[in-house]
């Protein structure tokens, strides 16, 4: 049953969640450096909310820890070792023979950077791909022979 004194108590509520909200929303327009007008504070206890830090206070720069960090080098070292490559390759040939090569430089490589690499060599027509990968195998892949980039340039020209 609704009664005056039940009523009351939920209005007094409500206005104590409007006090509130509106000192919220005055944080956010002082943050963003909007100029509103001043909203009166029942007890004051209204000024200390801050959502955020202040403006003044600027975050400092933290590196992202999930982001991986950029490898420089792996693409030259994977065309210095093309030609000692078995010919038809995948990935893992290539990791052995990095791993031979330059153990510092494979011991950071990924298989995200690989597949970079892999693929601006196919695109740039050093290798040619032979069997798409998938999920679950290994792409293969084959070196053009120089037969293959003369006649490449001759239709290209």
């Known amino acids: 049953m609704i009664t005056k004194a039940s009523l ?20 956010f327009d002082e943050l963003a450096g909007v100029r509103s007008p001043d909203i009166e504070v029942v007890a004051g206890e209204v000024k200390d909310i801050r959502s955020h830090p202040r403006t003044t206070q600027r975050p400092r720069a933290v590196p ?11 693409l030259s070292s994977v065309r210095e070792i093309l030609p000692e490559l078995p010919d038809p390759f995948d990935k893992n040939d290539i990791m052995a023979k990095l791993w031979e090569k330059n153990s ?16 601006i060599l196919v695109k740039a027509g050093k290798i040619n791909v032979e069997i798409e990968p998938t999920s679950t195998r290994c792409g293969r892949y084959s070196r053009k022979r120089a037969a293959e980039l003369n006649e490449a340039l001759i239709v290209n020209q």
Not at 8 to 27: H, M, P
Not at 104 to 119: E, F
């Open 8 to 27: 009351e108590a939920y209005r007094t509520k409500l206005e104590e969640q409007l006090v509130y909200v509106e000192g919220i929303l005055q944080n």
């Open 64 to 74: 992202d820890a999930t982001k991986q960090r950029r490898i420089r080098g792996v």
């Open 104 to 119: 510092d430089l494979a011991g950071s490589v990924s298989a995200a950077n690989l597949r970079n690499t892999l693929r």
